[in-house]
C-alpha cells in the first residue's frame, strides 16, 4: 500500500491484497496524476473510496503497458457506502483517465467519478494499439464528462454500462467489440441521465460473435438522450 498523495511514474508493479480502512485500497494519487505501466490490482480492499486506487485533487492517471504485458485491476472493492462493491478507480473530484500503449488494459472492475466540474477519457493509441477491455456498470458524478473513443481497440464485456448522472459527450471510433453474453437486451451501455451526446467516427468498425450479429440491432447502445441530442 502507497499513500501521501502520490505522483508520478509507477512500473512494472503487482499490488494484491492490500487493505486501508480510508480511501485507496493499493494507491492514493494526488496532485497532477500518475502514470502506471505494465501495473496488476488484485483483491485490494479500501473502507473508505477508490478499491485499488483513489485519484484525489482533479488527478489525471494514465494506463498504459508496454508489448506482451498488460495493466489490470481484477477484484478490487470498495465499502464506504456500507456495502462492498467492486471498483478500480475512484475519482473524487474529476479529473481524467487516459488509456494507452501496446499492451492490453484489463478494467474488470468498474471506476467511479465522485464530483468535479470535469471528466474526460480517451484513447490514444500514439504508442501502440492495445486493447482496453472494460467491464462493470461504471459511474460518473461530475457536472460534464467526455469520453472519447475515436481510435484504438475497445472491447466491451457484457455486463459493461456508462452512467451519468449529468451532461456526457461519448464520441466512439476505432474497433469496438462487444461481448453479448448474457447481456441484457434493456441495458444500455451508455445512460445519459443528464442528456448529451454521441457521436462515432465514419471509420468505426463494431463486433460481435457471428452468431449473434443479426440480433445486434437490438440491443440498446444508448438511453436519455432527447431526440435533439441524438
Same mark, same amino acid.
Not at 485490494?44 to 485533487?57: L, M, T
Not at 460534464?144 to 475515436?150: L, T, Y
Given at each position: $500500500?502507497?499513500?501521501?498523495?502520490?505522483?508520478?511514474?509507477?512500473?512494472?508493479s503487482?499490488f494484491?491484497? !492490500?487493505?486501508?480502512?480510508?480511501?485507496?485500497?493499493?494507491? $492514493?494519487?494526488?496532485?497532477?496524476? +500518475?502514470t502506471?505501466?505494465?501495473?496488476?490490482?488484485? !483483491?485490494?480492499?479500501?473502507?473508505? !473510496?477508490g478499491?485499488?486506487?483513489?485519484a484525489?485533487?482533479?488527478?489525471?492517471?494514465? &494506463?498504459?503497458?508496454t508489448?506482451? *504485458?498488460?495493466?489490470s #485491476?481484477?477484484?478490487?472493492? /470498495? *465499502? @464506504?457506502?456500507?456495502?462492498?462493491?467492486?471498483n478500480?478507480i475512484y475519482?473524487?473530484?474529476?479529473?481524467?483517465? !487516459?488509456v494507452?500503449? +501496446?499492451?492490453?488494459i484489463?478494467?474488470y472492475d468498474?471506476?467511479?467519478?465522485?464530483?468535479g466540474?470535469?471528466?474526460?477519457m480517451?484513447?490514444?493509441?500514439?504508442?501502440?494499439?492495445g486493447v &482496453?477491455h472494460?467491464?462493470?456498470?461504471?459511474?460518473?458524478?461530475s +457536472?460534464?464528462?467526455?469520453i472519447?473513443? +475515436?481510435?484504438?481497440?475497445?472491447?466491451?464485456?457484457?455486463? #459493461?454500462?456508462?452512467?451519468a @448522472?449529468?451532461?456526457?459527450?461519448?464520441n &466512439?471510433?476505432?474497433?469496438?467489440?462487444?461481448?453479448?453474453?448474457?447481456?441484457?437486451?434493456?441495458?444500455?451501455?451508455?445512460k #445519459?441521465d443528464g442528456?448529451?451526446?454521441?457521436?462515432?467516427? @465514419?471509420?468505426?468498425?463494431?463486433?460481435a460473435?457471428?452468431?449473434? &450479429?443479426? /440480433? #445486434?440491432?437490438? $440491443?440498446?447502445?444508448?438511453?436519455?438522450?432527447?431526440?435533439?441530442?441524438?
Amino acid at each position: $500500500y502507497l499513500g501521501g498523495n502520490l505522483s508520478g511514474d509507477i512500473s512494472n508493479s503487482s499490488f494484491k491484497f !492490500n487493505f486501508t480502512g480510508g480511501n485507496g485500497g493499493a494507491l $492514493y494519487i494526488g496532485g497532477a496524476g +500518475a502514470t502506471i505501466s505494465n501495473g496488476t490490482f488484485t !483483491n485490494n480492499n479500501a473502507g473508505g !473510496n477508490g478499491g485499488a486506487i483513489y485519484a484525489d485533487s482533479a488527478a489525471v492517471i494514465t &494506463l498504459t503497458a508496454t508489448k506482451g *504485458n498488460s495493466t489490470s #485491476f481484477t477484484g478490487n472493492n /470498495h *465499502n @464506504s457506502s456500507g456495502t462492498s462493491t467492486l471498483n478500480s478507480i475512484y475519482f473524487n473530484n474529476g479529473g481524467g483517465l !487516459n488509456v494507452s500503449g +501496446a499492451g492490453d488494459i484489463w478494467i474488470y472492475d468498474p471506476i467511479f467519478v465522485g464530483g468535479g466540474t470535469s471528466f474526460s477519457m480517451q484513447r490514444n493509441t500514439s504508442a501502440g494499439d492495445g486493447v &482496453l477491455h472494460w467491464s462493470g456498470v461504471n459511474h460518473i458524478n461530475s +457536472a460534464m464528462s467526455n469520453i472519447n473513443f +475515436a481510435s484504438g481497440q475497445t472491447q466491451f464485456q457484457s455486463d #459493461f454500462s456508462l452512467v451519468a @448522472s449529468s451532461t456526457m459527450v461519448v464520441n &466512439l471510433g476505432g474497433t469496438l467489440s462487444v461481448d453479448m453474453g448474457d447481456r441484457l437486451e434493456s441495458t444500455a451501455m451508455f445512460k #445519459f441521465d443528464g442528456g448529451g451526446n454521441l457521436t462515432h467516427s @465514419s471509420g468505426m468498425v463494431v463486433g460481435a460473435p457471428r452468431s449473434l &450479429l443479426p /440480433h #445486434f440491432g437490438t $440491443y440498446l447502445v444508448a438511453a436519455g438522450m432527447t431526440p435533439s441530442d441524438a
